[in-house]
Every structure is written in structure tokens, then in C-alpha cells.
T-cell receptor, first 115, second 115 residues
Framework: AQKITQTQPGMFVQEKEAVTLDCTYD???????LFWYKQPSSGEMIFLIY??????QNATEGRYSLNFQKARKSANLVISASQLGDSAMYFC????????????FGTGTSLTVIP | GAVVSQHPSRVICKSGTSVKIECRSL??????MFWYRQFPKQSLMLMAT?????????EQGVEKDKFLINHASLTLSTLTVTSAHPEDSSFYIC???????????FGPGTRLLVL
């Protein structure tokens, strides 16, 4: 089974609007971490936000927030006030405490911000 | 911040030659570094986990004799693609995990083209 599922291969959003990128995960490990990375066309993977499985509150980093719904095993990324520079691939990833350092990545969502 | 550099950023080589890619953590020590491969429009595929002072752990299906990994110090890991062939052409990206931190920080990647 897929550890990380991103069901939106491509998304479009109007500049200045908010957008939600979906991510669901599958694990039986009670301790895990969830991550979102942005990959622009240059290829570099840019860390955006992290949520620990035991964190009570949803993580926020500037315009990025993570809508963590543990019971549903979802960790959606919300980008508020979209900017043209937000156009990129976005990857959701998970690390399980039991498997050590390995990250599991989703297939990514391509976001295009429309002026 | 946590900065990871990668060198070279782009390399073109003839079939049969070997190519060495360096990954450095510039402002932190990393006992563990990771090497990924990414095909166009696809997700990252973990190739191996590089541990300082010990042998790398390779993922299933990755030829350890073809992709030599050395982690000689807490800030440097190298990936050598030996006897490269056109099918080895890809985007190779490394990451490092800061000791005691959850997040992996990625280098800018290396685009390898084997002619």
C-alpha cells in the first residue's frame, strides 16, 4: 500500500487566493512526522512545514499551514494568499519512528498560480 | 538555517566514465545523509542511506557496485556513478538530517546526462 497519497496531479489557483493541496498517509506507527516540500523548476527541494504525530496544534509557517486530521490520516497543505512564485511541484512526505530515517514521498502535486 | 550544497549541479559525460557527486552540509553536522534519484515529473526515489563512518544502506534494486557511496566525514557524502550509461541519466539529489531534528534538508540536486 502507498504510504503517502497525493490525489491531485495538478492544481490551479488564482493569485491572492488560498489553495489546499491534499495528502493522506498510511501508517500503524504511533510516532511519525509529516512534511511538505516545494520543488520549483530548478529542482531544489525546499522544506516548507512539519507536523509531528503528537502535536496538538496544526503547524503554521507564514502563509503555509498544515491541516492535520489524525483520525482521517490526512495532512493537507494550505497556502494562503497565493503568489506567482508559489507555482511549483509540492511533495508530501512522512517519516515513521519505527523505520528510522527513511522518508516516504507522495507523487506530488503541480501547482500553477494564475495572475 | 540548514544549508546543504551539492556539486556539480550539472554534468555531461560519455558512456563508460565515472562521475562523482558531492553532498555537503555547510552549517551543521549530519551523521546520516540520503541519496535520491528523480525522473522527470516523478517523485523522489530513495537510493541509499549514507552513514558516517560505516557502509551505506542501499534500497532494494539499487546496485551498490554501480552507485558507490562514501560518507567520510560528518559534513560530506559522495555518490560515484561508476561506468555510467545513458539509462543512468537522471536528477540526483541528496539530503541531510540534522542530528536531533526531524527534517531532512535537501541539496540543489545534480542533473546527470550520459551520452
Amino acid at each position: 500500500a502507498q504510504k503517502i497519497t497525493q490525489t491531485q496531479p495538478g492544481m490551479f489557483v488564482q493569485e491572492k487566493e488560498a489553495v489546499t493541496l491534499d495528502c493522506t498517509y498510511d501508517t500503524s506507527d504511533p510516532s511519525y512526522g509529516l512534511f511538505w516540500y516545494k520543488q520549483p523548476s530548478s529542482g531544489e527541494m525546499i522544506f516548507l512545514i512539519y507536523q509531528g504525530s503528537y502535536d496538538q496544534q496544526n503547524a503554521t509557517e507564514g502563509r503555509y499551514s498544515l491541516n492535520f486530521q489524525k483520525a482521517r490520516k490526512s495532512a493537507n497543505l494550505v497556502i494562503s494568499a497565493s503568489q506567482l512564485g508559489d507555482s511549483a511541484m509540492y511533495f508530501c512526505a512522512m517519516r515513521e519512528e519505527g523505520t528510522g530515517n527513511q522518508f516516504y514521498f507522495g507523487t506530488g502535486t503541480s501547482l500553477t498560480v494564475i495572475p | 538555517g540548514a544549508v546543504v550544497s551539492q556539486h556539480p549541479s550539472r554534468v555531461i559525460c560519455k558512456s563508460g566514465t565515472s562521475v562523482k557527486i558531492e553532498c555537503r552540509s555547510l552549517d551543521f553536522q549530519a551523521t546520516t545523509m540520503f541519496w535520491y534519484r528523480q525522473f522527470p515529473k516523478q517523485s523522489l526515489m530513495l537510493m541509499a542511506t549514507s552513514n558516517e563512518g560505516s557502509k551505506a544502506t542501499y534500497e532494494q534494486g539499487v546496485e551498490k557496485d554501480k552507485f558507490l557511496i562514501n560518507h567520510a566525514s560528518l559534513t560530506l557524502s559522495t555518490l560515484t556513478v561508476t561506468s555510467a550509461h545513458p539509462e543512468d541519466s537522471s536528477f540526483y539529489i541528496c539530503s541531510a538530517r540534522r542530528t536531533g531534528r526531524e527534517t531532512q534538508y535537501f541539496g540543489p540536486g545534480t542533473r546527470l546526462l550520459v551520452l
